[in-house]
């Protein structure tokens, strides 16, 4: 048996996946299904390296999803809501699902009743959907997890992604405020068109429900990074005094005191002020545990890594709407895939 | 429901354990065996902090375990051999079991006889078997594996645990040749006297099943760290010259080149030299990742907290000998144990 794959939006990521998967043994694509004009009705080998002839982009799910596959990658958006009747269609197919969208990390958190209804689908379908990424999905809740898997108890936990927007384009300029002023910046904030991060309260749930914590609150501030140097990258420019970037924090609030802490500041060049990039984790507890990775897990490169390497503990793990911190760590694939499967 | 466990086993490790346990919500201790006549007979709460009077520690472990409990915690010994004949008793007294053995963290490397016969065992009385600790178990295995999962594709790993001997006593001073000469150290390595870490064969064929390297050979190498400084402890005083402890290093090989590299140099106070202790890891491969825990997770409560935090994961599982590997992350247990029950 070879692991069957059908790729549900070949964006950035979906088509970054689509690559990977062409380059390790015992897996395939299957199917791919994408509207965007200039993909459809193109072989996937013609838009992705390494990938096979055999499968053309189609704009129609339902005709690609009455095809036989063991799971379906869907990666064309951020909210539950978005992607919830794509979820819901696969699902429908009797397929494993996979999504990449930030909310679905998590989505008992802000979308407890859509929650609800995909597990009970995946449960009537006998399949097994989870929703994963670099972050959520692994910086800011897993590895946290796991970190607190080495402790008696934990009383807070710090914790702080920061990282370089510099390789990315001007939607994400956008969407981060980069080179706004400080007056652009805030209005930015009031009208959602300067986003900051998607899943902060996705982590928070996660870490909270593993280690058995109730939050009271999740509290979250955005505010800019106002650059006291001049940044300059290929799409932007910083002068000093404008915003760099978008400092987006979470507070995680139980018996009125901040027991969970998070921290993406995302800005352009943050060495400029001697900033280190990096994912840091500190538990306060016993033992104090102080953790850092240098430089931040890239987060493309991440995202398509732990959503590939989850296929096969998402094949094997029980039906229903799973979590990371439900299944087996994630692995890079360096043999056959098919070796991980149990069945 | 409450989670009952049973000791089996109550030195300085599973002595922590039923302390630990007796702080958590959810779980109670039901029996206790260990053959120290000076803990026989006596309720537990009368030698561990905060335990229950309602059980005495007994060296009939037939007895004991003809009793019901949910798991069975074995504290004994570092080789699967040693602690083959209690897990196979516990688990025919159908109940699950956790093994801090470190040779039990992954059987199959060096017994995959017994190892094979504990799957089978574990299966026909439909409970599960894990060993764990903190290493192997987690920092030189369970980590790097996760770590990996954010990665493409892996060349190499090298990882580190720079630790601190210094709380210890005599016994490890021992074992580690810490205040020998050179001379007396390497008699000692060759009569078995100084034995380094036990668990690096478990930990290399961990991490190298989980991504599907085949190593052809795992090499390993034990060396005197010999002392630029004088260092002195409770316990033990190394003159300059003279062994401070010994560097063991492990070696996973595949097709010629070293593919993972792991080292575990146990010393008393390696900061007289400049040495940072710390768990560090570095995956070569797209993206590289250098992760650094500073310092480095305490031994003894980090076993005793991952064996601890396990026992959800472990009545959760299916039936059978498994590794850290095939379960989701331990997390700190910071509420009611039975909420992490599925059943």
């Known amino acids: ?37 200039n993909k459809v009705g193109k072989p996937l080998g013609e838009i992705f390296e390494g990938q096979t002839n055999d499968v053309k982009v189609s704009d129609d799910a339902k005709k690609v999803l009455s095809e036989e596959a063991d ?12 992607v919830y009747p794509l979820v819901e269609q696969a699902l429908n197919s009797k397929k494993n699902v996979i999504c990449i969208a930030e909310e679905m990390a998590f989505p008992a958190q802000q979308q407890p009743k859509l929650a609800k209804q995909l597990d009970e689908l995946a449960k009537e379908n006998n ?36 990282n370089d927007l510099s390789p990315f384009g001007p939607t994400v300029m956008k969407t981060q405020g980069v080179g706004t002023s400080v007056e652009e910046f805030n209005k930015g904030i009031e009208d959602g068109s300067i986003v900051g991060h998607v899943g902060f309260p996705e982590s928070m749930a996660m870490v909270a429900k593993s280690l058995g914590w109730e939050l009271d609150e999740i509290k979250e501030t955005k505010e800019p990074i106002i650059s006291n140097t001049h940044r300059k990258t290929k799409y932007v420019e910083v ?61 493309g490169i991440g995202t398509v890594s732990v959503a590939v390497n989850s296929i096969a503990n998402v094949i094997n793990a029980e039906a229903g709407l799973v979590t990371m911190a439900d299944l087996p760590v994630p692995a ?12």
Chains 1, 2 share one sequence.
């Open 332 to 343: 890079a694939i360096m043999g056959d895939i098919k070796d991980r499967l149990k069945k």
């Open 71 to 82: 799971i379906v990658i869907i990666a064309t958006g951020s909210f539950t809501e978005e």
């Open 239 to 299: 002068q000093p005094g404008m915003v760099a970037g978008c400092k987006h924090i979470a507070y995680g609030i139980k018996d009125g005191e901040t027991v969970i802490k998070m921290e993406h500041p995302q800005q352009v060049l943050p060495e400029t002020e001697g900033i280190d990039t990096g994912d840091y984790i500190n538990i306060f507890g016993t033992p104090e545990v102080s953790m850092a990775i240098k430089p931040e897990i890239p987060g």
């Open 1 to 37: 048996m070879t692991v069957k794959v059908m790729h549900w939006g070949l964006g950035a990521m979906g088509g970054q996946m689509a690559e990977l998967i062409a380059t390790k043994k015992g897996i395939t694509s299957v199917g791919a299904i994408d509207l965007d004009p």
């Open 127 to 162: 399949v097994t959907l989870l929703g994963t990424g670099i972050n959520p999905g692994f910086v800011l809740d897993l590895q946290i997890i796991a970190l607190t898997g080495v402790c008696y108890d934990v009383q807070k936990i710090e914790a702080a992604r920061v």
